[in-house]
Each structure stands twice: as structure tokens, then as C-alpha cells.
């Protein structure tokens, strides 16, 4: 596990505000794009972003140590005391990380791995990035989780 704390001032947070978004989506699609430049400058290629079949979707494919992983980003804003929540459920992000939720996501990964013709002997993982963002300050908390099937 890695727990960083990274500027959102970086190039790849600009624009991402749009005004027909709800903020939850602003929210999420900046919590990819954090997640995604956590990986990079940790040495993952990513493969492919936001796999979607009506069993599921993945959020970030990427390759690292010839081991394909699969990543479920969760990115919360809201901050109640010195912890930060998610409004909906007032968990932290890592925790809407549910059992139904990685059900979910197994099955998509064989649809995934299915339709590229990737080999079952292909070694591969479930990771999860959980960001905290404080808007205000503009800063993230980055939680990574490694092997979470």
C-alpha cells in the first residue's frame, strides 16, 4: 500500500470541470485522471480506460511487471473533521469498494480477457486507487491497494 499526497494542479486536471456534469462526475473523472498519473510515474503502461459491458466496466487496464492489472478508482471529496467521506454513503473511498462490486468486476475482467483473446495463463490482479480530494487546497491523498481479488 502507498498512501502519497500529490498537487491537483497538474496538467492533466485541466478542463475536466464541465458545466452540463454533475459534480460527482466532475469528481470521478478527476479521480481517473489523478489515478492514472499515480500509475504512470509508478511504472504501469496503461493499457485502457473505461472498459464498459453491460456486466460492468473497468476502470483502468494497465500493464506493469508483465502482470495485467485491472484498477477500480474511487475518488471522494467531501471532508468531515480530518477524515474524508463520501456524501452518499459516508464511507471512505477504499470502502465502496464492495464484495457485490468485485463480483461485478471478476465478471467483466473474463469478458474483457475473453474478447482480447488474452491467454488464461496471462497472470493478472485487481487493484484499487482511492482518492481523497481537498478541492479547496487543491491537494489528493492517494490510497493504493495491490491484489484485492
Known sequence: ???????????????IFMKNDPKHIQIGKIGE???????VK??????????LKKCGEIDIIANK???LRFVEVKCVSRETGNSVVSRETQKRPEENVTREKLER??????????EKRISRETRYQVDVVAIRLNLKD????????ENVL
Open 138 to 145: 487543491k491537494t489528493a491523498r492517494t490510497l493504493f491497494i
Open 33 to 39: 485522471e489523478l489515478a492514472c498519473l499515480f500509475l
Open 42 to 51: 509508478r511504472g504501469f503502461k496503461i493499457v485502457e480506460r473505461h472498459y
Open 65 to 67: 511487471d508483465k502482470v
Open 1 to 15: 500500500m502507498f498512501h502519497v499526497k500529490q498537487p491537483l494542479n497538474c496538467y492533466t486536471c485541466n478542463g
Open 105 to 114: 468486476l471478476s465478471r467483466t475482467i473474463q469478458t474483457y480477457l475473453a
